[in-house]
Nanobody, 115 residues
Framework: QVKLVESGGGLVQPGGSLRLSCAAS????????MGWYRRRPGKQRALVAR???????DYADSVKGRFTISRDNAKNTVYLQMNSLKPEDTAVYFC?????????WGQGTQVTVSS
């Protein structure tokens, strides 16, 4: 059974930082491209950052220079370090695993940026 479990969300003030984690099980993690997506209030889910199995990274323009995606294949975990958070980063953040025709989602973790 494939599981992606996100953690690390919460309430943070503008300018603050959070680190999200996504622990994967049931997949050969090192072969998967991993991504973080978010669904902001009233918006569709959109890509935030992605890291390939070969560790190439890609970011949405709105988070470049503030967010960093990384992975630890030994721990089957992908991370999203979020710095300089803004109120518009408020969203549910989802972890995604993608490999060929296989695509899996986590349940999401809420991030709220507010003073």
């Amino acid at each position: 059974q494939v599981k992606l479990v996100e953690s690390g969300g919460g309430l943070v003030q503008p300018g603050g930082s959070l680190r999200l984690s996504c622990a994967a099980s049931g997949i050969m993690f090192s072969t998967y491209d991993m991504g973080w997506y978010r669904r902001r209030p009233g918006k569709q889910r959109a890509l935030v950052a992605r890291i390939t199995f070969g560790t190439a990274t890609d970011y949405a323009d709105s988070v470049k220079g503030r967010f960093t995606i990384s992975r630890d294949n030994a721990k089957n975990t992908v991370y999203l370090q979020m710095n300089s958070l803004k109120p518009e980063d408020t969203a549910v953040y989802f972890c995604n695993a993608d490999h060929l025709c296989y695509n899996y989602w986590g349940q999401g973790t809420q991030v709220t940026v507010s003073s």
